[in-house]
Nanobody, 126 residues
Framework: QVQLVESGGGLVQPGGSLRLSCAASGRTDSTNTMGWFRQAPGEEREFVAAISWSGLMTYYQDYANSVKGRFTISRDNAKNTVYLQMNSLKAEDTAVYYC????????????????WGQGTQVTVSS
């Protein structure tokens, strides 16, 4: 089992920045990928970014309202923590952000991730 706990969400103005953290514990050696997803009210959960266990490979959402170029995923294995640095935030980035862990690399599918955190709310509003 792997336990994931997110933190760092909050209210920020458009154009502002936030850094989300995801602390992992348990059998983290059983996972190859850590990812971030988000879910806005009335919407499906969508993939945001993923990072490999080594931290050498990253993968970002690359479709409408892309986060690529604005968000950066990173990890500190000494602390068993994954981060999502979010810059130039827009109102459409408002959502609950979830950390997830899984065995499959480069997957954007919720079903490919085995473990989930409880989520942290990010609200972008003036």
């Amino acid at each position: 089992q792997v336990q994931l706990v997110e933190s760092g969400g909050g209210l920020v103005q458009p154009g502002g920045s936030l850094r989300l953290s995801c602390a992992a514990s348990g059998r983290t050696d059983s996972t190859n990928t850590m990812g971030w997803f988000r879910q806005a009210p009335g919407e499906e959960r969508e993939f945001v970014a993923a990072i490999s266990w080594s931290g050498l490979m990253t993968y970002y959402q690359d479709y409408a309202n892309s986060v690529k170029g604005r968000f950066t995923i990173s990890r500190d294995n000494a602390k068993n923590t994954v981060y999502l640095q979010m810059n130039s935030l827009k109102a459409e980035d408002t959502a609950v952000y979830y950390c997830a862990a899984g065995a499959k690399w480069r997957s954007e599918y919720v079903s490919d991730y085995d473990y989930w955190g409880q989520g942290t709310q990010v609200t972008v509003s003036s």
